[in-house]
């Protein structure tokens, strides 16, 4: 009788072991499929492409520019916790020079497109809740070419293909179809910006230049906050440098000043809402957002006109 009630015991406790054992097994598979992004378009990419089974973690508040974001020790370690981390390259993470990192973590998704990296001088000034900050001398925002973007999501299904490669056939599905709309988001662009390719449009703020590149089209640029008042003596000569043949639309990442819109269109001057998308959007996604600076353009672009002359 004893000895059978050992033997019970033992296989019991033996069990409990092994079930253990496959606990610990399943956790270590969840962490494993933990993905860290610095931007929001890389969260967008990775999210579709991975699919359902893997965490994607963007830990960038909404209301700060990825492009100029310090992290805190603890948002280091969610990156440091990641098994892989995307990032968008071209000089865009300059926080990563201040933190550890595992290296063989880190990926560039825009190592594919250093050529067509755009250098230009840096500017340094200050705006909003980041305090000052410096434009690099390297223009980041390349996700707005969409060739590039379609190369950046082209990495991250590379690398996903590469580390679990069993989940082959669902990346390769979800890849397909983000392919497909990237393309069809590159056309509609082309299309939209082809009345105006040898003109010059403006910007409120520097970051339009691949967009500018890809759909033969000029930008210039001034450094203005999307809220912030502009003065008035400020927009009466950023009026009087237009050209006889610019064209009288000006891009902001963000919806201006009630009073510097109002000063902007008194003089025909049409403000159209062009988002980068650089952090999440309070509503819908990427895609919708692109397809949204599509539709604002379009609904400006048949009563626009060459200014007679300079203001």
């Known amino acids: 009788m ?101 290296q063989r973590k880190v990926v560039n998704t825009s190592v594919k497109a250093i050529e067509k990296y755009i250098r230009e001088k840096s500017h340094s000034h200050s705006h909003g809740p980041d305090g000052e900050h410096v434009h690099a001398e390297t223009a980041f925002t390349t996700w707005l070419d969409q060739s590039i973007a379609l190369a950046q999501a082209r990495e991250i299904y590379e690398t996903l293909m590469k580390i679990y490669p069993e989940s082959k056939q669902d990346f390769d599905n979800n890849y397909d179809k983000l392919e497909s709309e990237i393309n069809e988001l590159d056309n ?63 891009l902001w990442e963000g919806e201006p000043h009630p009073e510097t819109r109002k000063l902007l269109e008194n003089a025909g001057v049409k403000v159209v809402l062009f988002i980068p998308c650089g952090n999440k959007p309070p509503q819908g996604d990427y895609l919708s957002v692109m397809k949204a600076n599509i539709e604002n353009l379009a609904s400006v672009e048949n009563n626009v006109n060459p200014l007679s002359a300079p203001l």
């Open 2 to 102: 004893k000895q059978t009630f050992f033997l019970l015991l033992l296989l019991f406790v033996l069990n409990s072991c092994g079930n253990n054992q496959k606990g610990d097994s399943s956790e270590e598979n969840v962490s494993s499929k933990t993905i860290a992004v610095s931007n929001y378009p890389l969260y967008f990419f990775t999210q579709r492409i991975a699919g359902a089974g893997f965490d994607v973690l963007y830990p960038v508040p909404k209301d700060v520019d990825p492009a100029f974001f310090k992290p805190s020790a603890e948002i280091v370690s969610i990156y440091q916790s990641a098994e892989i981390i995307f990032i968008n390259g071209a000089g865009y993470e300059s926080w990563m020079d201040n933190v550890s990192l595992s």
């Open 188 to 250: 509609q662009l082309d299309n939209i910006f082809n009345p105006y390719k040898g003109t010059t449009l403006y910007a409120s703020h520097p970051v339009y230049q691949y967009l500018a590149k890809r759909y033969g089209i000029s930008i210039k640029s001034e450094h203005w906050e999307p809220g912030q008042k502009v003065e008035s003596d400020i927009v009466k000569t950023f009026l009087e440098s237009f050209s006889i043949n610019d064209t009288k639309i000006m």
